[in-house]
């Protein structure tokens, strides 16, 4: 089994994308102005909803049971979606996903001799195992039709928000691809000439493509029914116009009961687009005479899910609906936009999915690209402590790199373990106070330090320190106790 | 009542005056105020930063030090936060029943610097006179950990002589959090220029908050461009009278 999460085992570390992305002022722009408007909606739709903490609540629940009795409902889900006509198929790990969805593809094709294409609903999973590589390596083209993944394809770029992952490209930019792409040099940049020209871009390949694909957001175990939700009704072209569909979910989408979408239909558009409901809910099961796509297949990933469901801290991350309300409220991910994290998932839900998912074996300075601040499991639908996981995963990074001998001891795990002992011991610490007191004289220019070295260079990169005041709390403290234990004598001396 | 004061390593170290002004309105109010001397660090760098079998110890000390006590101030919701949201996670995976325990008893005692005075003392006018414009950053522990930036303003709203200026999204973090400053310089400043952005925007003299950790960050950028504003801890603002200042 070889786990891969897009290419995110080879990207730099976080600090250093980021680094270059603080600094591209249209990313900063693009970004902070999308966020901000996601942002805005939603807080007006979530303050109407007066049950809200209620249905998070429920959400919660309904994710942590399933998420205990998964092996149950996942079994449940594949014999419903099997009476009612359609084909499971189960995959480890995003190479055996691939295999299995081009296989399937590569068959049909040359069974019926369709066109070697196929039309693509938005699907994160999709993007995280990797398949429009694996698709054309097969030389089967696909196209994707969600108006901003076809932004991302088309401008031979990668997603940066898990709902919209064009986000960090402004309208300006958007026409650029499109009249470039299309063929369209006289293109105006209003929202209706770039709508207009991908919707006769698509119309095409929606009436002659014969293979749908699309992820899922939640799989009914009960009735073994699919759903997805979307904005823009080109999701439905697909899941309804092909002749064949073929859809790919992470383990962790199913959900016991078709009542149970009453809560998580309400939960997901208000925090993802900040719509009371989406526009397009699709829900289907199995196949239809005469209804859809002839042939359904589904295919249930792995990929890293279950080892996450293993760890009972942390396992609260496959309760994520990727509504992507954490990632707009992020101040973090604000300033950097989605490319920093080096995952498909950014922002952070992507810092603790993208390391689980890859047994903490890579992108592990994702967990430390946080300030806590507490804002993501503020909005998060599905309650998930984004901080506390955090915390874990900085755990296991640090535990990780303790056990690992090729790495050397860090500078780091070195003063880390200094400074504990040193607080461990009350009269070390108040030396330690006077040491540092008479060490900074060399780094003061008039009551401030103005340079820091090694590690603590970033801080003063921009900012200053003020030099350590003369007395500690504690030394002002003893001479105020002493002074009291005088006073009294003094007096009576006095008297 | 008689309250004992958790200072924490770094207003021991850096912010002195605020455990002074602390110490001083307490003892205004008419409590009694005891610093337990052994007390060094609640182990929250330590944990923040992955290094959570090196809190452990810090954590054993801070129940031992404070056995005796009976309420436990200190001036800092992100210490107190990671007492109140971590030490009894971290006790029970020591396995130590001795320890839960003790950490059981400890940590309903701890109280953040304005909780105890509004929720426990029940006050919220102090009795402190401040002439200054001054803003207010609600730091993310206090905000989102405690939930207790409410009660940070209504005792700022009872200062007199104050003039309260609404900092623009006073609920975004400032960049610290602690080794992220560190770890990820870069995004820091950005973000902390935002911040500094929203604090000049007021036109306030003074950007006040319940933690030095924050004050320390955003007072280090707005001396680096001597915008001239300074910052102030809460305690330091309500200990103020016409008598003076800290």
Request: aromatic share 6%.
């Amino acid at each position: 089994m070889t786990v891969r999460v897009a290419d995110a085992a080879s990207a730099a570390k976080f600090p250093i994308l980021a680094n270059g992305l603080v600094e591209d002022s249209q990313i900063r722009q693009n970004v902070r102005h999308a966020t901000n408007v996601i942002q805005n909606k939603r807080a007006r739709v979530v303050a109407e909803q007066h049950d809200w903490q209620q249905l998070r609540e429920s959400a919660s629940k309904i994710k942590e049971h399933t998420l205990q009795y998964l092996d149950r409902y996942l079994e449940e889900f594949e014999s419903a979606c099997i009476r009612a006509g359609g084909q499971v198929h189960w995959a480890i790990d995003a190479d055996e996903a691939n295999r299995i969805i081009v296989g399937l593809m590569q068959n049909a094709i040359e069974k019926n001799g369709w066109t070697r294409e196929v039309i693509k609903v938005k699907t994160m999973t999709s993007d995280e195992i990797g398949l429009n590589h694996a698709l054309e390596a097969a030389g089967i083209q696909p196209h994707e039709t969600d108006l901003a993944d076809m932004i991302i394809q088309l401008g031979e770029d990668k997603p940066s928000h898990i709902v919209v992952p064009a986000l960090h490209k402004n309208r300006t930019q958007v026409r650029e691809i499109f009249a470039r792409k299309m063929g369209l040099p006289e293109l105006g940049e209003k929202p209706q000439d770039l709508t207009d020209a991908a919707r006769n871009y698509l119309r095409d390949k929606f009436e002659k493509v014969k293979i749908g694909f699309s992820g899922a957001n939640f799989l009914i175990a009960e009735t073994g029914g699919v759903c997805v939700v979307e904005s823009e009704g080109n999701g439905r072209m697909c899941l309804t116009l092909p002749e064949m569909l073929i859809t790919v979910a992470g383990i962790e989408k199913v959900i016991p009961r078709q009542q149970d979408l009453e809560v998580f239909l309400q939960l997901l558009p208000r925090s993802a687009t900040g719509e009371r409901m989406n526009p397009y809910n699709t829900l289907w099961t199995g196949v239809h005479e005469g209804d859809g796509p002839r042939e359904f297949h589904i295919v249930l990933l792995d990929n890293g899910r279950s080892s996450i469901l293993a760890d009972k801290e942390s396992r609260q991350t496959l309760h994520c609906i990727r509504c992507g309300a954490c990632l707009n409220a992020c101040p973090v991910y604000s300033r950097t936009g989605g490319h920093a994290y080096g995952s498909i998932y950014a922002g952070p839900i992507g810092a603790i999915l993208t390391p689980q998912l890859q047994s903490m074996k890579h992108s592990q300075s994702l967990p430390f690209a946080s300030s806590l601040c507490g804002a993501c499991y503020e909005v998060c639908p599905v309650r998930i402590n984004i901080p506390d996981v955090l915390l874990h995963l900085r755990g296991k990074v640090v535990e990780r790199q303790q056990n690992s001998l090729s790495r050397g001891v860090s500078i780091e795990a070195v003063a880390m373990k200094a400074v504990a002992f040193i607080y461990a011991h009350p009269r070390l610490y108040a030396l330690g106070q006077k040491f540092a007191r008479v060490a900074q004289k060399v780094l003061v220019r008039k009551g401030w330090i103005h340079w820091l070295p090694g590690m603590l260079g970033g801080w003063t990169a921009v900012r200053d320190v003020k030099q350590l005041p003369d007395e500690p709390f504690r030394d002002w403290w003893a001479k105020r106790e002493a002074a009291k234990r005088d006073e009294p004598m003094e007096k009576s001396y006095g008297g | 009542m008689r309250i004992s004061l958790f200072i924490t390593c770094y207003n021991d170290t850096l912010f002195p005056k605020t455990g002074q002004s602390v110490v001083r309105v307490l003892e205004r109010l008419g409590h009694t105020v005891d610093f337990p001397a052994d007390q060094t660090c609640c182990g929250q760098m330590h944990f923040n930063t992955g290094y959570q079998q090196e809190a452990l110890p810090l954590m054993r000390r801070m129940t031992e030090v404070f056995r005796d006590a009976e309420i436990i101030c200190a001036p800092s919701s992100s210490c107190v936060a990671l007492i109140r949201e971590q030490y009894q996670k971290l006790a029970e995976s020591s396995g130590d029943a001795s320890l839960i325990a003790a950490v059981n008893e400890f940590v309903p005692k701890v109280y953040e610097f304005s909780e105890l005075l509004v929720q426990k003392l029940g006050v919220e006018d102090v009795g402190a006179y401040y002439p200054h414009r001054v803003t207010y950053h609600a730091s993310c522990h206090l905000l989102r950990g405690l939930k207790a930036a409410d009660l940070q303003l209504r005792l700022l709203r009872n200062v007199r002589a104050i003039e309260l200026v609404p900092l623009e999204e006073m609920d975004v973090c400032c960049g610290f959090g602690g080794t992220f400053s560190i770890k990820n310089p870069d995004v820091s400043a950005a973000m902390l220029a935002d911040k500094m952005k929203a604090v000049l925007n007021t036109r306030a003299e003074i950007c006040t908050a319940g933690d030095n950790s924050c004050l320390m960050h955003i007072e280090g950028g707005l001396h680096r461009l001597r915008t001239g504003v300074r910052t102030v801890h809460l305690a330091e603002i309500l200990a103020s009278t016409e008598a003076g200042e800290p």
